[in-house]
């Protein structure tokens, strides 16, 4: 009976930490319920039956959005923006949880997330799933921008062309 009892103890204090770092938990930081909140509407205004739903409206909802950043992220989505057209032509331009994508039968293939969106030190420029992309085992799928160069231009535009193959 004696070597029952500090198994239990064990386990009540396990159980009482668990319950603590439970607690500890806070849930979606604001920047998140904000992407979630700009899915929701996507997802709503997407179901409503509109006369003229086209690549056109996704466009110009992708290039306000574009235009509401601060300089720096501002100019990298311009620039990507502009790459993604001339190199995949049949992607249609879309929201995605408030970030400009990029879509091929309505599957996002790649997006551009600005370092304001979840206050981070750098943007990213990534791809879903249904990019084709892989490469063996292993391959990348976003890519993090301080500043776009020749270089980083070219290899997205390689990449871009890659994943809508």
Same mark, same amino acid.
């Given at each position: *009976?004696? $070597?029952?009892?500090?198994?239990?103890? =064990?386990?009540?204090?396990?159980?009482?930490?668990?319950?603590?770092?439970?607690? @500890?938990?806070?849930? &979606?930081?604001?920047?998140?319920? #904000?992407?979630?909140?700009? %899915?929701?509407?996507?997802? /709503?205004?997407?179901?409503?039956? %509109?006369?003229? #739903?086209?690549?056109?409206? =996704?466009?110009?909802?992708? +290039?306000?959005?574009?235009?509401?950043?601060? !300089?720096?992220?501002?100019? *990298?989505?311009?620039?990507?923006?502009?790459?993604?057209? @001339?190199?995949?032509?049949? +992607?249609?331009?879309?929201?995605?949880? =408030?970030?400009? @994508?990029?879509?091929?039968? $309505?599957?996002?293939?790649?997006? &551009? /997330?600005?370092?304001?969106?979840?206050?981070? %030190?750098?943007?990213?420029?990534?791809?879903?799933?249904? !990019?084709?992309?892989?490469?063996? =085992?292993?391959?990348?799928?976003? &890519?993090? +921008?301080?500043?776009?160069?020749?270089?980083?231009?070219?290899?997205? $535009? !390689?990449?871009?062309?890659?994943?809508?193959?």
């Amino acid at each position: *009976m004696a $070597g029952t009892k500090p198994a239990m103890k =064990g386990t009540q204090k396990s159980a009482k930490s668990t319950i603590a770092s439970r607690r @500890a938990v806070t849930g &979606f930081t604001d920047e998140e319920k #904000a992407a979630m909140r700009e %899915r929701v509407q996507e997802l /709503q205004s997407g179901a409503r039956p %509109r006369p003229r #739903a086209d690549k056109a409206d =996704g466009e110009s909802a992708v +290039l306000e959005k574009i235009a509401a950043m601060k !300089a720096p992220d501002r100019a *990298m989505a311009e620039r990507l923006h502009a790459i993604v057209k @001339a190199s995949a032509p049949a +992607l249609s331009p879309k929201l995605w949880y =408030g970030m400009p @994508a990029y879509a091929k039968d $309505g599957k996002v293939v790649c997006f &551009f /997330q600005s370092a304001q969106k979840f206050s981070t %030190r750098y943007a990213t420029f990534g791809f879903n799933d249904s !990019a084709n992309l892989d490469d063996g =085992g292993l391959w990348p799928v976003a &890519f993090a +921008l301080k500043k776009l160069t020749a270089a980083e231009e070219a290899t997205i $535009g !390689a990449l871009v062309k890659k994943a809508v193959s």
